[in-house]
T-cell receptor, first 112, second 113 residues
Framework: KAGVTQTPRYLIKTRGQQVTLSCSPI?????VSWYQQTPGQGLQFLFE???????NKGNFPGRFSGRQFSNSRSEMNVSTLELGDSALYLC???????????FGPGTRLTVL | SQELEQSPQSLIVQEGKNLTINCTSS?????LYWYKQKYGEGLIFLMM?????EEKSHEKITAKLDEKKQQSSLHITASQPSHAGIYLC?????????????FGKGTKLSVIP
């Protein structure tokens, strides 16, 4: 089985722009979670989608949003980018929320 | 304060030596996950522990869960350069109809040949 894939792997944006990141889960996995990783805060939960519905949300501003499609692929959008949004964004998939999560390689976002 | 505290923050060991990484939770543990991360890359799933007293091993890595102490330990026997990386523990936290993982800050392991 192919693992979790994320595109693009690297992205450079400027303040005020918006960005969309994509995640394709492992085949058969219906739950997709997104995390932000920074040196200062570590790995923080953004949100989780299951069957196209957001089931859980972390403590991030409304500029961070996501969605999930019928094939379980997920996208994450960040609007009005700030310097502090520079981070490694990781997505993880699992069969259900109660199973182990498998992570993708991440998207490295740099905001200038 | 951090919900999951990992110790030590970093560790440098000689190849062949044993080592232990600890993860302590400030809240009740319902499940504990261990992951390994190479710098700037995704997380590799190592083990999941769900019951108090549970112990799992994979190759030279053993993890234990002590529910009473709300703590888990990861032990590597006869370390090799391939074990180098950042080890993260993650705890299940119940959300609205599902769960999310809360992670520690990680332990950076360097293995000197």
């Amino acid at each position: 089985k192919a693992g979790v894939t994320q595109t693009p792997r690297y992205l450079i944006k400027t303040r005020g722009q918006q960005v969309t990141l994509s995640c394709s889960p492992i085949s058969g996995h219906r739950s997709v979670s997104w995390y932000q990783q920074t040196p200062g805060q570590g790995l923080q939960f953004l949100f989780e989608y299951f069957s196209e519905t957001q089931r859980n949300k972390g403590n991030f501003p409304g500029r961070f949003s996501g969605r999930q499609f019928s094939n379980s692929r997920s996208e994450m959008n960040v609007s009005t980018l700030e310097l502090g949004d520079s981070a490694l964004y990781l997505c993880a998939s699992s069969q259900d929320s109660y199973n182990e999560q498998f992570f993708g390689p991440g998207t490295r976002l740099t905001v200038l | 304060s951090q919900e999951l505290e990992q110790s030590p923050q970093s560790l440098i060991v000689q190849e062949g030596k044993n080592l232990t990484i600890n993860c302590t939770s400030s809240k009740t543990l319902y499940g504990l996950y261990w992951y390994k991360q190479k710098y700037g890359e995704g997380l590799i799933f190592l083990m999941m522990l769900q019951k108090g007293g549970e112990e799992k091993s994979h190759e030279k890595i053993t993890a234990k869960l002590d529910e009473k102490k709300q703590q888990s330990s990861l032990h590597i026997t006869a370390s090799q350069p391939s074990h180098a990386g950042i080890y993260l523990c993650g705890a299940k936290r119940e959300g609205a109809g599902s769960y999310q993982l809360t992670f520690g800050k990680g332990t950076k392991l360097s293995v000197i040949p």
